[in-house]
């Protein structure tokens, strides 16, 4: 039986739950200490109003950049997760427990902040001191978080007018090898915020694969990223039975959520690596009606034609995410985001969409991951790459052509 104090616990942070916004992001940042391969990793799973993005390719700065972009965004100013040809990657999640209600206002940077550091940052001082030169007020409420080739990796907790980082590894900050971040900041003023239940699901999920060293790509995109775990409630959805048939479930303040745009994890290098290594493992559109594609940096600027934007503006991929997580939520009176069709996504039978989706996405990881440890060995030709990008593209249009028709 709850006791009172438990009862009042609850309450307050359903009710964070119901108020919380939709740039409403979960992060982490794993040090390569704690992976298998030794390579550190990125990762933002990304809520937001622009729910058609795509991925940039960019070569007007120190470095070359891979990002993810807003579709509508046509020049790409503002980044919101990517990474850079000195091995250097960066994201960041709002936070809203850093500035005061009467701090001078100012515009929001983010995504331009990221965009400029991606240009010219190769390590993770340089993004501090980037940081230090930025006039104030920032313009800024984020934990920013950042990984280099050296095998540097930090959060940036940053408001209007400061920062505080926190050193993914510090054996004091990160015991177990890995900083999670929702929307708010540790450093910042305490029960404000957004994300604590969300916070508390990623640090079950990471806990426990830090233990059975599982920090992995796979394991954040199939596992932490697609979780219908929802640790407040201790609901389960992938254990609920249904069938086929309607079944509504309440959907609010899991990891993924109606406002999930993308998931991406970057992986990065050990030291001395070949740049050309680093991986953005990138889901793109609502991510449990997606599948992960890989993307590299190479010489001649090549990026997937499923991640980047065709003649409507979007990116094909995103577009028939989006159109599958139509028929997910095919509420469209008052709060009808809220409450997800579950069988359509997952059933007793197996035909739902991340069902079906889940063995499309096993064989790509498993096909990458193939390739990538040859050319670990020896580097790939640009020809090889775009060879593997045009096959991915064919595989994905005829899997969604053949699970969900046109």
């Known amino acids: 039986?709850?006791?009172?104090?438990?009862?009042?616990?609850?309450?307050?942070?359903?009710?964070?739950a119901v108020i919380q916004p939709t740039l409403a992001c979960t992060t982490a940042i794993i040090s390569g200490k704690f992976t298998p391969d030794g390579r550190p990793l990125l990762w933002k799973n990304r809520d937001t109003g622009?729910?058609?993005?795509?991925?940039?390719?960019?070569?007007?700065?120190?470095?070359?950049?891979?990002?993810?972009?807003?579709s509508k965004d046509?020049?790409?100013?503002?980044?919101?997760?990517?990474?850079?040809?000195?091995?250097?990657?960066?994201?960041?999640?709002?936070?809203y427990n850093l500035n005061n209600s009467d701090d001078t206002t100012a515009a929001e940077n983010e995504g331009r902040v990221m965009r400029q550091a991606l240009k010219q940052c190769a390590t993770v001082d340089d993004f501090e001191n980037l940081l230090k030169k930025l006039p104030?007020?920032?313009g800024l409420e984020a934990n920013f978080g950042v990984i280099d080739a050296m095998g540097n990796g930090a959060y940036f907790e940053t408001s209007n007018n400061g920062y505080f980082k926190i050193d993914v590894n510090d054996p004091v900050a990160a015991p177990m090898g890995y900083l999670i971040r929702t929307n708010y900041s540790f450093t910042g003023?305490?029960?404000?915020?957004?994300?604590?239940?969300?916070?508390?699901?990623?640090?079950?999920?990471?806990?426990?694969?830090?233990?059975?060293?599982?920090?992995?790509?796979?394991?954040?995109?199939?596992?932490?990223?697609?979780?219908?775990?929802?640790?407040?409630?201790?609901?389960?959805?992938?254990q609920l039975p249904t069938t086929e048939k309607d079944k509504f479930v309440w959907f609010t303040d899991f990891i993924p959520r109606f406002s999930s745009s993308a998931s991406v994890v970057?992986?990065?290098?050990?030291?001395?690596e070949n740049p050309l290594n680093m991986t953005m493992w990138t889901?793109?559109?609502?991510?449990?009606?997606?599948?992960?594609?890989?993307?590299?940096?190479?010489?001649?600027?090549?990026?997937?034609?499923?991640l980047t934007a065709d003649k409507s503006g979007n990116a094909p991929l995103c577009s028939k995410a989006l159109k599958l997580k139509e028929l997910c939520f095919p509420i469209k009176?008052?709060?009808?985001?809220?409450?997800?069709?579950?069988?359509?996504?997952?059933?007793?039978?197996?035909?739902?969409?991340?069902?079906?989706?889940?063995l499309v996405e096993n064989q790509i990881f498993a096909d990458a991951e193939a390739r990538l440890e040859d050319w670990r060995k020896s580097p790939p030709d640009v020809s090889e790459i775009k060879d593997f990008y045009k096959t991915l593209d064919n595989k994905i249009v005829e899997a969604y052509l053949h699970l969900f028709g046109p």
């Open 1 to 16: 039986m709850l006791t009172m104090r438990k009862r009042l616990f609850f309450s307050s942070l359903l009710l964070i």
């Open 50 to 70: 622009d729910l058609d993005n795509k991925v940039m390719y960019f070569t007007d700065g120190k470095y070359n950049t891979i990002g993810l972009v807003n």
């Open 74 to 95: 046509t020049t790409g100013s503002e980044v919101w997760i990517g990474m850079n040809t000195a091995g250097f990657a960066i994201m960041n999640s709002a936070s």
């Open 136 to 138: 104030k007020p920032h």
């Open 189 to 238: 003023k305490p029960d404000e915020g957004q994300g604590y239940i969300r916070y508390m699901t990623a640090e079950k999920l990471f806990y426990q694969a830090s233990a059975t060293n599982n920090l992995t790509p796979e394991f954040i995109l199939r596992d932490a990223a697609r979780c219908l775990y929802h640790s407040l409630t201790e609901t389960n959805l992938k």
């Open 266 to 272: 970057i992986r990065g290098i050990m030291k001395n």
């Open 283 to 306: 889901v793109l559109g609502f991510p449990l009606c997606s599948v992960v594609y890989p993307v590299w940096f190479n010489a001649e600027h090549v990026l997937p034609g499923l």
């Open 333 to 358: 009176r008052g709060h009808g985001e809220d409450y997800l069709n579950l069988p359509v996504l997952y059933n007793t039978s197996g035909t739902g969409f991340l069902q079906k989706l889940s």
